[in-house]
């Protein structure tokens, strides 16, 4: 088993980089900086992500990882956490050491038409499970 540092700080700067690990490169734990530090190819070749808890250093790539897998219509990406950090992300759009800071807009869904469904975008009830479907 190989276990790689992508980044390992409650902050960035030029040297250091969000909470983010990589086992076998295809398992991600937490997902401070999986995009400002993986190749896209990297990206595209996880099997999952592991969250250990809501603070903003440790989710913050979500919603990009997201969108970068969908813009190449990988398969949805499947993402482990307890209970309690799965609510609370889903639950707010911006999360710090002290909690949640803001709530999303939650938009009423509407149905969509077979010539749409091509550019569906994250919700933000589940910001790294969204991808285009498979043409």
Not at 22 to 36: H, K, M, N, P, Q
Not at 65 to 90: F, H, Y
Not at 104 to 122: D, E, K, M, Y
Request: contains cysteine; hydrophobic residues 30%; glycine residues 6%.
């Amino acid at each position: 088993m190989e276990l790689r540092v992508v980044g390992c700080h409650g902050g960035e700067t030029p040297k250091h980089r969000t909470s983010a690990f990589l086992v076998d490169e295809r398992l991600a734990i937490d997902a401070g900086s999986l995009t400002a530090g993986l190749e896209l190819k990297v990206q595209f070749g996880l099997t999952g992500c592991l969250i250990s808890h809501a603070h903003l250093d440790h989710i913050k790539d979500l919603a990009t990882l997201a969108d970068n897998r969908c813009q190449a219509r990988c398969e949805p990406l499947p993402v482990g956490a307890t209970r309690a950090t799965i609510r609370t992300s889903r639950n707010t759009s911006s999360i710090t050491s002290s909690g949640p800071i803001s709530r999303p807009s939650r938009r009423p869904s509407t149905p969509r038409s077979a010539s749409s469904s091509s550019n569906q975008a994250a919700s933000p009830s589940s910001p790294a499970t969204a991808c285009a479907p498979s043409p």
